[in-house]
Protein backbone atom coordinates (compact mmCIF):
# COMPACT_ATOMS: atom_id res chain seq x y z
CA UNK A 1 0.00 0.00 0.00
CA UNK A 2 1.53 3.37 -0.92
CA UNK A 3 1.48 5.88 2.26
CA UNK A 4 1.54 9.36 2.66
CA UNK A 5 3.61 10.75 5.90
CA UNK A 6 2.88 14.48 7.25
CA UNK A 7 2.42 17.27 10.14
CA UNK A 8 -1.41 16.70 11.46
CA UNK A 9 -3.58 18.50 13.78
CA UNK A 10 -4.20 17.87 17.58
CA UNK A 11 -7.54 17.11 16.96
CA UNK A 12 -7.20 14.95 13.96
CA UNK A 13 -4.78 13.36 16.12
CA UNK A 14 -7.14 12.68 18.92
CA UNK A 15 -9.71 11.63 16.77
CA UNK A 16 -8.07 8.67 15.26
CA UNK A 17 -6.79 7.54 18.76
CA UNK A 18 -10.52 7.75 19.70
CA UNK A 19 -11.68 5.78 16.37
CA UNK A 20 -9.46 2.85 18.25
CA UNK A 21 -10.08 0.30 20.93
CA UNK A 22 -7.02 1.69 23.19
CA UNK A 23 -3.47 3.29 22.38
CA UNK A 24 -0.77 4.40 25.17
CA UNK A 25 -1.33 7.13 27.15
CA UNK A 26 1.89 8.25 25.80
CA UNK A 27 0.74 8.62 22.29
CA UNK A 28 -2.09 11.03 22.79
CA UNK A 29 -1.48 14.45 21.83
CA UNK A 30 -2.19 16.06 25.91
CA UNK A 31 1.34 13.59 26.43
CA UNK A 32 3.22 16.20 24.41
CA UNK A 33 2.40 18.84 26.85
CA UNK A 34 3.03 16.63 30.23
CA UNK A 35 6.71 16.66 28.65
CA UNK A 36 6.90 20.31 28.46
CA UNK A 37 11.02 19.74 28.25
CA UNK A 38 10.49 18.04 25.10
CA UNK A 39 9.20 19.69 21.55
CA UNK A 40 6.02 17.98 20.39
CA UNK A 41 4.64 16.57 16.94
CA UNK A 42 1.99 15.14 15.73
CA UNK A 43 2.60 12.84 12.62
CA UNK A 44 -0.30 11.35 10.24
CA UNK A 45 0.02 8.49 7.65
CA UNK A 46 -2.76 8.65 4.90
CA UNK A 47 -3.47 5.55 2.58
CA UNK A 48 -4.02 6.75 -1.43
CA UNK A 49 -8.02 7.96 -0.62
CA UNK A 50 -6.62 10.28 1.98
CA UNK A 51 -7.56 8.30 4.93
CA UNK A 52 -5.85 8.64 8.35
CA UNK A 53 -4.80 5.48 9.15
CA UNK A 54 -2.44 5.65 11.15
CA UNK A 55 -0.51 8.24 14.22
CA UNK A 56 2.35 9.09 16.14
CA UNK A 57 3.33 11.78 19.04
CA UNK A 58 6.99 12.72 18.59
CA UNK A 59 8.86 14.67 21.10
CA UNK A 60 12.25 16.02 20.02
CA UNK A 61 14.65 16.88 22.30
CA UNK A 62 18.09 18.84 21.67
CA UNK A 63 21.10 18.32 22.31
CA UNK A 64 23.53 20.80 23.94
CA UNK A 65 24.57 23.63 21.73
CA UNK A 66 23.95 22.15 19.08
CA UNK A 67 20.46 22.16 16.93
CA UNK A 68 20.38 18.37 16.53
CA UNK A 69 17.57 16.25 18.03
CA UNK A 70 16.73 13.07 19.30
CA UNK A 71 13.39 12.47 18.21
CA UNK A 72 11.43 9.78 20.25
CA UNK A 73 7.52 8.11 19.84
CA UNK A 74 7.12 6.68 23.18
CA UNK A 75 5.05 3.38 22.89
CA UNK A 76 4.52 4.27 19.82
CA UNK A 77 3.24 4.78 16.71
CA UNK A 78 0.32 4.08 16.56
CA UNK A 79 0.19 2.35 13.14
CA UNK A 80 -0.21 -1.09 11.65
CA UNK A 81 3.17 -3.04 12.62
CA UNK A 82 1.93 -6.17 11.68
CA UNK A 83 1.98 -4.94 7.80
CA UNK A 84 4.18 -7.06 5.58
CA UNK A 85 5.24 -3.81 4.05
CA UNK A 86 6.41 -2.14 7.54
CA UNK A 87 9.18 -0.57 5.50
CA UNK A 88 6.78 1.89 3.91
CA UNK A 89 5.06 3.07 7.08
CA UNK A 90 8.84 4.17 8.99
CA UNK A 91 10.59 5.43 5.68
CA UNK A 92 8.77 8.16 5.86
CA UNK A 93 8.61 9.02 9.42
CA UNK A 94 12.82 8.35 9.02
CA UNK A 95 12.72 11.00 6.28
CA UNK A 96 10.75 13.40 8.01
CA UNK A 97 12.30 13.46 11.37
CA UNK A 98 15.65 13.62 9.22
CA UNK A 99 14.17 17.04 7.98
CA UNK A 100 13.21 17.77 11.03
CA UNK A 101 16.95 18.44 12.49
CA UNK A 102 16.60 14.52 13.66
CA UNK A 103 20.34 12.77 14.41
CA UNK A 104 18.33 9.74 16.35
CA UNK A 105 15.07 8.23 16.44
CA UNK A 106 14.16 5.99 19.39
CA UNK A 107 10.68 4.24 19.29
CA UNK A 108 8.66 1.70 21.62
CA UNK A 109 6.59 -0.72 19.04
CA UNK A 110 3.32 -1.48 21.48
CA UNK A 111 3.52 -5.02 20.13
CA UNK A 112 3.46 -7.87 22.52
CA UNK A 113 6.22 -10.81 22.18
CA UNK A 114 5.55 -13.22 25.36
CA UNK A 115 2.99 -13.30 28.04
CA UNK A 116 3.22 -15.72 31.39
CA UNK A 117 0.31 -16.73 32.97
CA UNK A 118 0.69 -15.87 36.77
CA UNK A 119 0.26 -19.79 37.31
CA UNK A 120 4.06 -20.43 35.50
CA UNK A 121 5.33 -17.11 37.21
CA UNK A 122 4.57 -18.53 40.32
CA UNK A 123 5.85 -22.09 39.70
CA UNK A 124 9.57 -20.43 37.89
CA UNK A 125 9.35 -18.53 41.83
CA UNK A 126 9.63 -22.05 43.51
CA UNK A 127 12.36 -23.62 40.77
CA UNK A 128 16.04 -23.21 41.66
CA UNK A 129 16.83 -23.16 37.77
CA UNK A 130 14.74 -20.31 37.07
CA UNK A 131 16.33 -17.32 37.60
CA UNK A 132 14.49 -14.83 34.83
CA UNK A 133 10.78 -14.74 33.38
CA UNK A 134 12.82 -16.07 30.07
CA UNK A 135 13.65 -19.00 31.97
CA UNK A 136 9.90 -19.86 31.93
CA UNK A 137 8.18 -21.66 29.09
CA UNK A 138 5.27 -18.53 27.80
CA UNK A 139 1.78 -19.15 28.58
CA UNK A 140 1.41 -17.80 24.94
CA UNK A 141 3.76 -16.94 22.15
CA UNK A 142 3.48 -13.58 18.88
CA UNK A 143 4.98 -15.44 16.28
CA UNK A 144 4.09 -11.62 14.29
CA UNK A 145 6.24 -10.06 16.57
CA UNK A 146 9.37 -11.81 15.72
CA UNK A 147 8.24 -11.31 12.29
CA UNK A 148 8.19 -7.19 13.27
CA UNK A 149 11.84 -7.92 15.15
CA UNK A 150 13.15 -9.24 11.74
CA UNK A 151 12.10 -6.67 9.65
CA UNK A 152 13.03 -3.90 11.81
CA UNK A 153 16.57 -5.50 11.98
CA UNK A 154 16.76 -5.84 8.29
CA UNK A 155 15.83 -1.99 7.98
CA UNK A 156 18.86 -0.92 10.40
CA UNK A 157 17.02 -0.58 13.53
CA UNK A 158 18.58 -1.36 17.04
CA UNK A 159 17.08 -3.10 19.76
CA UNK A 160 17.94 -0.58 22.67
CA UNK A 161 19.07 -1.85 26.15
CA UNK A 162 16.33 -2.77 28.00
CA UNK A 163 14.11 -0.08 29.95
CA UNK A 164 16.79 2.66 28.73
CA UNK A 165 14.71 5.79 26.94
CA UNK A 166 17.25 8.32 27.32
CA UNK A 167 16.90 11.54 29.15
CA UNK A 168 15.85 10.30 32.39
CA UNK A 169 12.80 8.54 30.60
CA UNK A 170 12.15 4.67 31.30
CA UNK A 171 9.22 3.10 29.58
CA UNK A 172 9.31 -0.76 30.59
CA UNK A 173 10.05 -3.59 28.17
CA UNK A 174 8.20 -6.25 30.85
CA UNK A 175 4.45 -5.37 32.33
CA UNK A 176 2.14 -6.87 34.20
CA UNK A 177 -1.60 -6.76 33.38
CA UNK A 178 -5.32 -7.93 34.26
CA UNK A 179 -7.46 -9.06 31.75
CA UNK A 180 -10.84 -7.47 32.38
CA UNK A 181 -12.85 -8.13 29.16
CA UNK A 182 -15.65 -10.97 29.41
CA UNK A 183 -15.18 -11.49 33.23
CA UNK A 184 -17.14 -10.57 35.98
CA UNK A 185 -15.29 -9.00 39.19
CA UNK A 186 -16.10 -12.51 40.86
CA UNK A 187 -14.22 -14.23 38.34
CA UNK A 188 -11.30 -11.35 38.73
CA UNK A 189 -10.85 -11.53 42.26
CA UNK A 190 -11.44 -15.20 42.17
CA UNK A 191 -7.81 -15.50 40.76
CA UNK A 192 -6.30 -13.34 43.32
CA UNK A 193 -4.30 -15.32 45.25
CA UNK A 194 -5.40 -15.93 49.18
CA UNK A 195 -2.92 -13.60 50.64
CA UNK A 196 -4.52 -10.71 48.28
CA UNK A 197 -8.23 -11.51 49.12
CA UNK A 198 -6.95 -11.67 53.15
CA UNK A 199 -5.13 -8.15 52.67
CA UNK A 200 -8.63 -6.97 50.75
CA UNK A 201 -10.76 -8.00 53.68
CA UNK A 202 -8.11 -6.58 56.58
CA UNK A 203 -8.58 -3.37 55.07
CA UNK A 204 -12.23 -3.56 54.58
CA UNK A 205 -12.75 -4.62 58.32
CA UNK A 206 -9.94 -1.85 59.46
CA UNK A 207 -11.84 0.61 58.22
CA UNK A 208 -9.92 1.92 55.54
CA UNK A 209 -11.72 4.20 52.54
CA UNK A 210 -10.58 4.41 49.12
CA UNK A 211 -11.73 7.23 47.53
CA UNK A 212 -11.12 9.61 44.33
CA UNK A 213 -9.14 12.69 44.71
CA UNK A 214 -8.84 15.71 42.89
CA UNK A 215 -6.41 18.21 41.70
CA UNK A 216 -6.33 20.12 45.06
CA UNK A 217 -5.31 16.95 46.53
CA UNK A 218 -2.12 16.62 44.82
CA UNK A 219 0.13 18.16 47.56
CA UNK A 220 -1.45 15.15 49.86
CA UNK A 221 -0.28 13.16 46.90
CA UNK A 222 3.24 14.72 46.77
CA UNK A 223 3.90 14.13 50.64
CA UNK A 224 3.25 10.38 50.44
CA UNK A 225 4.89 10.17 46.83
CA UNK A 226 8.22 11.52 48.55
CA UNK A 227 8.24 9.32 51.82
CA UNK A 228 7.90 6.50 49.29
CA UNK A 229 11.20 8.10 47.18
CA UNK A 230 12.93 7.87 50.11
CA UNK A 231 12.28 4.46 51.05
CA UNK A 232 12.57 3.14 48.44
CA UNK A 233 15.52 5.36 47.09
CA UNK A 234 14.37 6.77 43.97
CA UNK A 235 14.96 10.43 42.73
CA UNK A 236 11.07 11.50 42.62
CA UNK A 237 9.55 13.60 40.16
CA UNK A 238 8.24 17.47 42.08
CA UNK A 239 4.33 18.26 42.41
CA UNK A 240 4.17 20.37 39.47
CA UNK A 241 4.92 17.41 37.21
CA UNK A 242 1.73 15.62 38.55
CA UNK A 243 -0.33 18.92 38.11
CA UNK A 244 0.62 20.01 34.63
CA UNK A 245 -0.08 16.26 33.69
CA UNK A 246 -3.90 16.28 35.44
CA UNK A 247 -4.45 19.95 33.70
CA UNK A 248 -3.09 18.74 30.38
CA UNK A 249 -4.56 15.27 30.22
CA UNK A 250 -7.82 16.15 32.11
CA UNK A 251 -8.70 18.92 29.47
CA UNK A 252 -8.01 16.35 26.57
CA UNK A 253 -11.41 14.71 27.81
CA UNK A 254 -13.67 17.49 29.45
CA UNK A 255 -16.60 18.00 27.38
CA UNK A 256 -16.68 15.25 25.29
CA UNK A 257 -18.20 12.15 27.29
CA UNK A 258 -15.12 10.46 28.26
CA UNK A 259 -13.92 9.59 31.38
CA UNK A 260 -11.04 11.62 32.76
CA UNK A 261 -7.76 10.60 31.22
CA UNK A 262 -6.10 11.21 34.83
CA UNK A 263 -7.26 10.25 38.19
CA UNK A 264 -6.18 9.91 41.69
CA UNK A 265 -6.95 7.63 44.40
CA UNK A 266 -6.71 7.96 47.86
CA UNK A 267 -6.84 5.38 50.90
CA UNK A 268 -7.68 6.75 53.98
CA UNK A 269 -7.98 5.00 57.54
CA UNK A 270 -9.02 7.08 60.84
CA UNK A 271 -9.13 10.75 58.67
CA UNK A 272 -5.51 10.11 57.37
CA UNK A 273 -4.16 9.61 53.81
CA UNK A 274 -1.91 6.92 54.35
CA UNK A 275 -1.99 5.62 50.45
CA UNK A 276 -2.51 7.14 46.86
CA UNK A 277 -1.91 5.86 43.26
CA UNK A 278 -2.58 7.64 39.83
CA UNK A 279 -4.73 6.25 37.31
CA UNK A 280 -4.53 6.59 33.27
CA UNK A 281 -7.10 5.58 30.77
CA UNK A 282 -7.07 5.94 27.23
CA UNK A 283 -9.96 3.76 25.55
CA UNK A 284 -10.36 0.15 26.96
CA UNK A 285 -6.27 0.22 28.87
CA UNK A 286 -6.51 1.63 32.25
CA UNK A 287 -3.15 1.92 34.31
CA UNK A 288 -2.04 2.44 37.25
CA UNK A 289 0.43 4.87 36.73
CA UNK A 290 2.52 6.24 40.32
CA UNK A 291 1.95 4.77 43.60
CA UNK A 292 2.86 6.21 47.27
CA UNK A 293 2.15 4.89 50.71
CA UNK A 294 2.92 6.12 54.47
CA UNK A 295 5.64 3.85 56.19
CA UNK A 296 3.20 3.31 59.36
CA UNK A 297 -0.48 1.40 59.03
CA UNK A 298 1.28 -0.68 56.47
CA UNK A 299 -0.63 -3.36 58.81
CA UNK A 300 -4.25 -2.17 57.59
CA UNK A 301 -3.29 -3.24 53.61
CA UNK A 302 -4.10 0.19 52.54
CA UNK A 303 -2.23 -0.78 49.19
CA UNK A 304 -4.34 -3.82 48.47
CA UNK A 305 -7.39 -1.36 49.26
CA UNK A 306 -6.63 1.18 46.63
CA UNK A 307 -5.89 -1.34 43.55
CA UNK A 308 -9.39 -3.69 43.79
CA UNK A 309 -11.28 -0.23 44.36
CA UNK A 310 -8.95 0.72 41.13
CA UNK A 311 -9.89 -2.48 39.65
CA UNK A 312 -13.06 -2.44 40.66
CA UNK A 313 -14.00 1.47 38.59
CA UNK A 314 -11.73 0.40 35.56
CA UNK A 315 -14.34 -2.93 35.13
CA UNK A 316 -17.51 -0.35 35.47
CA UNK A 317 -16.15 1.55 33.16
CA UNK A 318 -16.12 -1.13 30.53
CA UNK A 319 -11.96 -1.76 30.51
CA UNK A 320 -10.65 -4.48 28.48
CA UNK A 321 -7.48 -4.10 30.52
CA UNK A 322 -6.19 -3.17 34.04
CA UNK A 323 -2.30 -2.63 33.86
CA UNK A 324 -0.12 -2.80 36.59
CA UNK A 325 2.55 -1.09 34.97
CA UNK A 326 6.58 -2.32 34.95
CA UNK A 327 8.42 -5.14 36.34
CA UNK A 328 11.83 -6.52 36.56
CA UNK A 329 12.10 -9.84 34.55
CA UNK A 330 14.21 -11.63 37.51
CA UNK A 331 12.38 -13.85 39.89
CA UNK A 332 15.32 -14.30 42.50
CA UNK A 333 14.59 -12.94 46.07
CA UNK A 334 17.93 -11.04 46.25
CA UNK A 335 16.80 -8.63 43.24
CA UNK A 336 15.37 -4.92 44.35
CA UNK A 337 12.54 -5.65 41.87
CA UNK A 338 11.32 -9.11 43.21
CA UNK A 339 8.94 -7.69 45.93
CA UNK A 340 7.19 -5.88 42.96
CA UNK A 341 6.62 -8.54 40.61
CA UNK A 342 5.77 -10.94 44.01
CA UNK A 343 3.07 -8.40 44.68
CA UNK A 344 1.54 -7.47 41.04
CA UNK A 345 1.97 -11.64 40.78
CA UNK A 346 -1.17 -11.80 43.25
CA UNK A 347 -3.58 -10.47 41.22
CA UNK A 348 -3.46 -14.07 39.41
CA UNK A 349 -2.90 -11.35 35.75
CA UNK A 350 -0.45 -12.44 32.95
CA UNK A 351 2.79 -10.73 32.41
CA UNK A 352 3.82 -8.99 28.89
CA UNK A 353 6.99 -8.77 27.34
CA UNK A 354 6.89 -5.66 24.91
CA UNK A 355 9.75 -5.73 21.49
CA UNK A 356 11.52 -3.46 23.77
CA UNK A 357 12.73 0.19 22.11
CA UNK A 358 14.79 0.55 19.30
CA UNK A 359 16.81 3.17 17.66
CA UNK A 360 17.46 4.76 14.36
CA UNK A 361 21.03 6.43 13.89
CA UNK A 362 20.19 8.62 10.95
CA UNK A 363 23.88 10.74 12.40
CA UNK A 364 25.72 7.80 13.30
CA UNK A 365 28.51 10.03 15.14
CA UNK A 366 25.64 11.67 17.01
CA UNK A 367 24.24 8.80 17.83
CA UNK A 368 27.49 7.00 19.10
CA UNK A 369 28.08 10.19 21.33
CA UNK A 370 24.58 10.00 22.64
CA UNK A 371 25.13 6.70 23.82
CA UNK A 372 28.34 7.41 25.78
CA UNK A 373 26.61 10.65 27.35
CA UNK A 374 24.01 8.13 28.98
CA UNK A 375 26.58 5.35 30.08
CA UNK A 376 28.34 7.91 32.35
CA UNK A 377 25.24 9.58 33.86
Do not use: C
Request: glycine content about 8%.
Amino acid sequence: MSLSLSTISREQHLEYIRSLPSASHMQVPAWGDVKAEWRSESLGWHDPSGRLVGAGLVLYRQLPRVKRYLAYLPEGPVIDWFATDLESWLRPMLDHLKKQGAFSVKMGPPVVIRRWSAKAIKAGIQDPQVRRLRDIEATTLEPRAFEVADRLRRMGWQQGEDGGAGFGDVQPRYVFQIPLKGRSLEEIQKDFNQLWRRNIKKAEKSGVEVVQGSYDDLPVWQELYEVTAERDRFRPRPLMYFQRMWKALNAETAGVGEPDRMRLYLARHEGEVIAATTMLIVGGHVWYSYGASANHKREVRPSNAVQWRMIQDAHAMGAHVYDLRGIGDALVETDHLFGLIQFKVGTGGEAAEYLGEWDFPLNKLLHKALDIYMSRR
